[in-house]
Antibody, heavy 120, light 107 residues
Framework: QITLKESGPTLVKPTQTLTLTCTFS??????????VGWIRQPPGKALEWLTL???????RYSPSLKSRLTLTKDTSKNQMVLTMTNMDPVDTATYYC????????????WGQGTLVTVSS | SYELTQPPSMSVAPGQTARIPCGGN??????VHWYQQKPGQAPVLVVY???DRPSGIPERFSGSNSGNTATLTISRVEAGDEADYYC??????????FGTGTKVTVL
């Protein structure tokens, strides 16, 4: 059974750096065709893909946010960490950790999501 | 950058068929995935690779993709199908792209 769970602050101030951790179980990130990543959703708005790491350690970032994002993984802990710098109120959103598989990595498992509010 | 367009909303009566379009340039050449999101919940994959269903998804959910439009079809709509639906593709220039989302209301 694949599970993913997000953890991190619920409130950050503008210009601060956000750090979110995804702890997952039920699969190995070294399995061919697997990826784990982050997707966010501002309140009342559409889903937006942020970043993903493949089974072969390839890291991919949203072109529009690439300069602000860093993705790292700790295989021994089955964790993935997202860092987003220079947070702004427009970054207020629910952040989801996701598992992808298949040819084009359909996101077949999602964490429950964590709401991050950016406010002074 | 690659864009996917969906109608903001649609209404359908119980027992009828809902067809949710997703428009994109030559989307027929890409593999399209569809997600259902109910209020306050994380999205759920309901169709992948244009027309395949994950285990546990009812056969009432089906997909097609051709030309510039992909379509998610929900047959025999039930009250529990009321949700937001998003299409998604992978694009070589934009990586993973989501549609604008369609809110389906069951009358």
């Amino acid at each position: 059974q694949i599970t993913l769970k997000e953890s991190g602050p619920t409130l950050v101030k503008p210009t601060q750096t956000l750090t979110l951790t995804c702890t997952f179980s039920g699969f190995s990130l070294s399995t061919s065709g697997v990826g784990v990543g982050w997707i966010r959703q501002p309140p009342g708005k559409a889903l937006e893909w942020l970043t993903l790491i493949n089974w072969d350690d390839e890291k991919r970032y949203s072109p529009s946010l690439k300069s602000r994002l860093t993705l790292t993984k700790d295989t021994s802990k089955n964790q993935m960490v997202l860092t987003m710098t220079n947070m702004d109120p427009v970054d207020t959103a629910t952040y989801y950790c996701v598992h992808g598989s298949g040819y084009d990595l359909a996101f077949d498992h999602w964490g429950q999501g964590t709401l991050v509010t950016v406010s002074s | 950058s690659y864009e996917l367009t969906q109608p903001p909303s649609m209404s359908v009566a119980p027992g009828q068929t809902a067809r949710i379009p997703c428009g994109g340039n030559n989307i027929g050449r890409k593999r399209v995935h569809w997600y259902q999101q109910k209020p306050g919940q994380a999205p759920v994959l309901v169709v992948y690779d244009d027309s395949d269903r994950p285990s546990g998804i009812p056969e009432r959910f089906s997909g097609s993709n051709s030309g510039n439009t992909a379509t998610l079809t929900i047959s025999r709509v039930e009250a529990g199908d009321e949700a937001d639906y998003y299409c998604q593709v992978w694009d070589i220039t934009s990586d993973f792209v989501f549609g604008t989302g369609t809110k389906v209301t069951v009358l």
